[in-house]
């Protein structure tokens, strides 16, 4: 059984996984009793955080008065180690997704492919990547000034893109389209768009082949 006098009270509250408190001859052992009465403190109290089921780690609080931390003091402090541990939580789920976006922004940047991203309701380019650049002609910053209608020849309809049926993972299968470079030539792209929220928008994900040489 564990002996409490052979260690703090951070890791007893570890080893045992709750929260214990400490004061006068209870501040053992020892060595850290010493160091505690040095700095003035003549009680103690801690509660263990865990995470994922695991303890990972203890929050221990001191006062410089005798029998300072009660019940009461306890559930306070176990309230507030729940508190950090639903904090950091929600601190790590933010950066993991965080981490995602940026992967998934790397394969969008990356993609061989022309790829933009569009406002649904205005239609304006929020975002393209650098193939699409090299496709279209413009430059990025001219991309992101321009609308789908400024994509398509003068002879082309200028309202919303119709909808193909929708496939797999939510993607819509728009067909072949009537493009045009900064060049003026006219090119024929394969489209598929998947909807998405983009910068707290309603957007659409655009994936534009060029299948220029197959039509």
């Known amino acids: 059984p564990l002996d409490a006098a052979e260690i703090g009270p951070a890791r007893q509250a570890i080893l045992e996984g709750r929260a214990v408190t400490r004061s006068g001859p209870g501040m053992r052992p020892e060595a850290w009793s010493r160091a505690a009465e040095q700095r003035g403190f003549r009680s103690s109290a ?3 955080m865990s995470r994922a089921g695991q303890i990972a780690g203890v929050i221990a ?9 009660h019940a009461d003091s306890l559930a ?14 929600a601190i790590e789920a933010e950066a993991a997704l965080a981490e995602s976006a940026a992967r998934y922004r790397a394969l969008f940047e990356s993609s061989p492919q022309p790829m933009w991203v569009h406002d649904v309701a205005t239609l304006r380019l929020l975002a393209v990547n650098d193939a699409a650049v090299r496709c279209y002609g413009w430059s990025r910053d001219e991309l992101l000034a321009m609308t789908l209608a400024d994509l398509r020849p003068p002879d082309a309809p200028c309202d919303t893109p119709e909808k193909g049926s929708s496939g797999e993972h939510g993607l819509d299968d728009d ?17 598929t768009t998947h909807t998405l929220e983009f910068e707290n928008r309603a957007a659409e994900l655009v994936l534009a082949t060029d299948v220029t040489e197959q039509v």
């Open 46 to 48: 801690a509660a263990p």
């Open 61 to 69: 609080v001191y006062s410089e008065v005798p029998d300072f931390f």
């Open 76 to 89: 306070m402090l176990e309230d507030l180690a729940g508190d950090l541990e639903l904090a950091l939580t």
């Open 175 to 191: 067909g072949i389209r009537r493009h045009r470079r900064k060049d003026g030539k006219a090119i024929h792209v394969h489209v």
